[in-house]
């Protein structure tokens, strides 16, 4: 069993930055695709951001140019590094576990992303 703990949410000024943390237990973070996904009130939860265990990268074109994502396998951490963020950013942010050529798939609790304005 795989538990996914997310930090680093919180209250943000339109333009500013934050950086999310997503630390897995167990062994298989190294050979596991990553993602990070977001929902608004009201709407359907939606990718954000991917990392492959090989590290290929793809991004939700809204967020292209302003968010990266990183892996470091020595921490089993995954990271969202946000930048110029707009009110529309603002949504719960859930950390996903998947394991290749498994029913491996894992979640996170979400940790609050808010536009302050």
């Known amino acids: 069993q795989v538990q996914l703990v997310e930090s680093g949410g919180g209250l943000v000024q339109p333009g500013g930055s934050l950086r999310l943390s997503c630390v897995a237990s167990?062994?298989?973070?190294?050979?596991?695709?990553m993602g990070w996904y977001r929902q608004a009130p009201g709407e359907q939860r939606e990718l954000v951001a991917a990392i492959t265990w090989h590290r290929t990268t793809n991004y939700a074109d809204s967020v292209k140019g302003r968010f990266l994502i990183s892996r470091d396998n020595a921490k089993n951490t995954v990271y969202l590094q946000m930048n110029s963020l707009k009110p529309e950013d603002t949504a719960i942010y859930f950390c996903n576990l998947n394991l290749p050529g498994t029913r491996a798939d894992y979640w996170g609790q979400g940790t609050q992303v808010t536009d302050s304005s």
């Open positions: 167990g062994s298989i973070f190294s050979i596991s695709n």
